[in-house]
């Protein structure tokens, strides 16, 4: 049923199926960080994000978010409905950190009092530029109404996951969400939530996320594990 490459990423490979309007997502052991400057195989990982983020994906669903995802096929491989990807990254954050501390010159872990949604260009060779609302209506990229709803979507799925990942001990402190296009032009949530796209700190402020891999904190397998066993443990 796995049929021709469609797309290779640097996080998973896509395939065309035998059903149309379906895709395969393979999920791959590639780590990589800083636009791909950071780049290493790690054993396992890829299942653990393909695990993760169908957990995450079928939580979302049960709460009324549409979604890409269809369902999990193997250990590494999961089923999703075909999308033209908006080449946005949606970033909503909850705390300081990352490049948003950087850019502004503040410390990590200082609480927003509103959480912020940012919009960068998804383009590997332009390094995906901050932009916002009037450069994403220049390039094109999508019209007001559904910047409208990017953001007030991800603030939606901000509850559900803040709400999901405090159950398990975790404060989700950022992420990134991807949507896409289907057919008939609605636009759902896509690529994948795990804990390479967003930052979870334990209750002791540990990092339970891919800034294990990118600050050189340890391995990243041993903290993708807790979050999955909390998730599956959660039921
Ligand atoms: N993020 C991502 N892909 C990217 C850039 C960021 O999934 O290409 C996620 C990242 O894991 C974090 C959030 O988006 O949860 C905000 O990232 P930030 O802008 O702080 O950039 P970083 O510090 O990761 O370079």
Do not use: C
């Amino acid at each position: 049923m796995k049929k021709e490459l469609l797309y290779s990423g640097k996080a998973k490979d896509i395939f065309a199926t035998d059903e149309e309007g379906v895709i395969l997502a393979q999920y791959k052991d590639q780590a990589t960080a800083f636009n791909g400057v950071k780049k290493e195989q790690i054993s396992g990982k890829g299942r653990l994000n393909n695990l993760i983020s169908s957990l995450i994906f079928e939580h979302l669903k049960d709460k009324g978010i549409r979604t890409h995802f269809i369902k999990q096929v193997s250990e590494t491989e999961q089923l999703n409905e075909q999308v033209s990807i908006i080449p946005l990254e949606v970033v909503l954050r909850n705390v300081t950190a990352g490049s948003f501390s950087k850019r502004f010159g503040v410390e990590e872990g200082i609480e927003l009092e509103s959480p912020i949604v940012e919009f960068y260009y998804k383009n590997d060779e332009l390094d995906d530029p901050f932009i916002n609302d009037e450069h994403v209506a220049f390039l094109g990229i999508a019209s007001a109404e559904e910047v409208a709803f990017l953001k007030e979507e991800t603030r939606r799925i901000n509850e559900v996951l803040k709400e999901l990942f405090s159950e398990i001990g975790l404060r989700l402190i950022d992420f990134k969400l991807e949507f896409g296009r289907t057919k008939d032009g609605s636009i759902i949530l896509a690529d994948e939530i795990s804990p390479d796209t967003s930052r979870l700190w334990d209750k002791d402020g540990q990092h339970m996320d891919k800034d294990v891999f990118r600050r050189g904190l340890g391995d990243l397998r041993d903290v993708y594990e807790v979050v999955l066993a909390r998730l599956k443990e959660r039921g």
